[in-house]
């Protein structure tokens, strides 16, 4: 039985084709730009989805991709919505959630249990017993739930891209091609949107015979396409609103963000329907559903339909139908049909029975509409079933009311509310360079939209014009109603839904209002009306109503709800974005690569971990340790932070930053710079080098180096300081020259006297080195003599090279960031943010001596002083016997002591120079002491118990550093 | 994506800054009690708000009154008008 009409003149089909795909096996045929719900409904096919909850048949309804009943999925996707998604050759689908198939789902007789099933049902029947809430939830998450999601899913990867525009128009209806039009003409770059493959809007479904619109949609339509200033944008949803008109344009391939200047939002209207027993059986459609599907899909709604109006829109539907072939049987008007326009009249004239104030009772029939059931309406909503009358008919069409798609306006912290005369939420007060017009502003006639449209275009022009905008958002508004107030009837037997997405009855929102939820967005939470697919969008509305007349309320006091982003559900992956991770490459990258480095994250910076092969880590770790303390090694240190700090106030700037004293740091020295926050914990250490009066070099650790240029910064401007900060990190490298030969080695290329009176151990020195420029610090974080050279970026590489080859003799090796944490772990030296966390002050750290609090100032000066008596954990280094072959040791074990957790490893590993584990733990105080036992829970629930000892574990007096000692080996 | 308007470059998205939090002057020398206050306790309440925002592609920091109720920038602070003395250290050696 096919439903097909003759070509219709807006229609969006391609007649010379076929396209064929099938349904749970069942093959359809349809034209290129039929969507799926059309095209089944052209076949006959009525029973097109079954609801979430009961299971019970459903059909069309908006066309407009709110009929998340009619839900069906394939192998790719679980989402796909029959009323707008097209057809192609060889699709095969699926009617979602139905356990058995469309024609037998299993689940069919959850209606009947819809009498237990009532309101809150879950949050009560299952709270006790407690324990057998494990088993209920099983069912329920077997029962529930939209698709399946196949597991096997193929990555897709979809870019997002930028665009921009002055005035952006959403939707293109009349209002929107109009306003786009307008702002354009007054020279504005205009990007206009809508959600449908093609513009037209309302005039192209519900305007189709009347010959005001015929003249306005040519003259748009044609004007619009050759405006070179506006960039038209279909199948385009426009998401959601962000600050600042920050709009993602949603386009079937990828998501544009969009930076509009100002924003028209045309949003038009979503129809609602009208709540009565069986008001969901297929066949029972809004007006405006049926007008889409005859414009636009030339398919018939029904043969005989029973019209159910309240506005002069219903009539318009109706002679449409007529048009299309339908036999209306009759038209029940809300209201009063002599106070509408003449169309009613003309429905008349054309045979019509017109009935004055009656409501639908029922809807009859089981797996769609065979008949209607109306009756006179009395005082207070109740109808007259003395007076009821019945007609057989295969379909009811409904145009009892509308609700604003103003979904965008509430997210850019518009007021709506509710306007009594045209019975509708409407926009009260919009932010800057927000504007509604047209039905969404509550304006219906063609021509006054036309009119409103250009109102808002021009306040649109006059904001990016920098002029204050003078139009009239009220001036076009419509002074009839074009809503029914209670669209509603109440029926003993329920199943007169008010939600379609999560079959809410009236009586489970009449239960709702009873149990005490008094506004709309607490009602939504309990009831879960409005939280399904469709977000509300045709159950909110109703859902206000009831509760409002429940209550005795306003609408406006009842509150709508503000929808959040997105408008329309969106594919994942066009919201996710790609991993995008920049990596910093030190200039010694490559001399890395060479050697046979095998890299590690340390920030944003790719670093060596070690040099060698994998399997060989370990050996190749303790032998570049070895070749430190032995003899010499290299390392690139070029991720460490480095900044400059000049001017008269750079000595007080750091003073006040750092926890040592800095004033009184003698030029070509350095001295340790320990930064802690204002609550005392350790954010930062590195080296303060003075070159000058007023010339300071300080370095910082890797991953902190932004952070502090950046918080020196902030603290010159705060306290007014006559500085200047340079942040050299990335445009100097750096490198340690460590191990007992280095001296031995720097000395045959720079003419600096590397003596230890002329270059003391923490001395900073200017030089050349190998010809080339080179600041040089004595630094002992490995422990051994050496030094540390930066040099310009470009340079460096020779720099390495020369070193390498130059170093042979002495056996150089490169050491990765693995032995040099062992290094420094072997003289007990802490790595901020491991060793220390996000409590860890300096008095924790063992570092006491680091904190100068007879300071006046620095930043977390008087914290420290607070905390120091109080100081209740203690890092102390700990060891294993050489023997010790238990369970691996790794940071982050706790310390057990009492089976409390007393404290936690922070850094455990070989010591190739001792021969055994050794590690650092922060621990609670009264458990801290020499010798004393460390009880470290391993991975498997082991305890192992290590033992407390002094750090440094290595060289506790630091006469490795010092040159004597070099120079008697030497000897 | 919301716009920060700098007195000098114009409206930059907020991607390219670093929230640095409300202005607020320690109380240099007060009690434990209020010194304790200062460091942990913030004023949570929607209002006109002074705030560091630090523009990472410039390296700069800027000061800015917003309403963070409205989340709209009210205007830029000239770092001048906020300024205050360290507690005096040691001269310079």
Redesign the interface.
Known sequence: MSCRLPIQPFEWLDRHQRVRFTLEGRGFEGYPGDCVSSALWASGQRLLGRSFKYHRPRGLLSLANHDINALYENADDTHIRGDVTPISAGLQLSATNTPGGLWHDRMRWLGRLSPMLRVGFYYKAFHSPRRLFPFWEGVIRRAAGLGKVNTAWRRQVTPKWYTHCEVLVIGAGPAGMQAALHAAEGGARVILVDENPHIGGSLDYAWVHDSEAASIRVQLKQAIKAHPGIQVMTGTVAGGWYADQWIPLCTPDGIAKTRAGTMIVASGLLEQPAVFHNNDLPGVMLASGAQRLVARYAVQPCRRALLLVANDEGYRAALDMVAAGVELVAVADLGDPDARSALADELRSEGVPVFARHMIHEAEGSDGVTGAVIAPRIADGQLDLSASRRFACDGILMSVGWAPAAHLLYQAGGKLGYDERIGQIVPRELPDGVYAAGRVNGVFALADQLQDARRAAADALAVLAGHTPKGDPLRWRSRDCHSADWPIAEHPKGKNFVDMDEDLQLRDLLDAAAEGFDNIELIKRFSTVGMGPSQGKHANMNAIRVLARTLGQTIDQTGSTTARPFYHPQRLDHLAGRRFRVHQRSALHEQHVAAGAMFMEAGHWQRPDYYGSPAEREDQIRAEVRAVRNGLGIIDVSTLGKIEVLGPDAARLLDAVYTMRMTNVKQGMTRYALSVDETGVIVDDGIVGRLGADRFYVTTTTSHAAASYRQLGRYTAEWGLNVRILNRTGQLAAMNLAGPHSRRLLATLTDLDLSEDAFPYLGIREAEVAGIPARLMRVGFVGELGYEIHVPYTCAAELWQRLMADGDDYGIRPFGVEAQRRLRLEKGHIIVGQDSDGLTTPYEAGMPWSVHLKKPFFVGRQTLEVLQPRTARQLVGFALPTNYTGPELCECLLVIADGNIRGRVTSVSYSPTLGHLIGLAMIDKPLAGIDQPLPIRTTDGRIVEARQVATPFYDPEGLRQRADLQLAEAV | ???IPLPDLG?RP?SEF?Y?GELRR?P?G?D?AL??A???NRQGAPGLLRE?W?H?PT???YLFERDTL??RFIRHIP??D????????????
């Open positions: 994506m919301k716009l409206p907020r670093d640095g320690p240099m007060a434990t010194w304790a200062y460091v942990f560091w630090y990472r390296g700069a920091w409205a989340d770092v001048q906020i300024q205050y003395e360290l507690p005096s250290a040691d001269p310079a050696v």
